[in-house]
Nanobody, 123 residues
């Protein structure tokens, strides 16, 4: 059964860093574009970063450019999201998702979703 599992979330102070992992089970991640989304309380889920399947090109939301880096290790069937200089506005549940299409910010376009990992940025 195809499954995505996120890990690495937690509580961090403003300016701190976290690295999230997205592990795939039951299918090969390298055939999919992988996106990271987040959802804060009372807000819609929004796209944060995405990495394509073909050429590894990455896309980042304006709010995280220069602070977040998405990468993939196909040998480990894992995608990472390195988050630096975290801000309170980055707080939320972070989800990874897989699409057989191109990177895009639309949740309906992604076929597989993880259960999410909580990130809290607070002093």
């Amino acid at each position: 059964q195809a499954q995505l599992v996120e890990s690495g979330g937690g509580l961090v102070q403003p300016g701190g860093s976290l690295r999230l992992s997205c592990d795939a089970f039951g299918f090969a991640l390298d055939a999919y574009a992988i996106g990271w989304f987040r959802q804060a309380p009372g807000r819609e889920r929004e796209g944060v970063s995405c990495i394509s399947s073909s050429d590894g090109r990455t896309y980042d939301a304006e709010s995280v450019k220069g602070r977040f880096t998405i990468s993939r290790d196909n040998a480990k069937n894992t995608v990472y999201l390195q988050m630096d200089n975290l801000k309170p506005g980055d707080t939320g549940v972070y989800y990874c998702a897989a699409t057989s299409g191109l990177c895009n910010p639309y949740t309906y376009a992604y076929e597989y979703w993880g259960q999410g990992t909580q990130v809290t940025v607070s002093s």
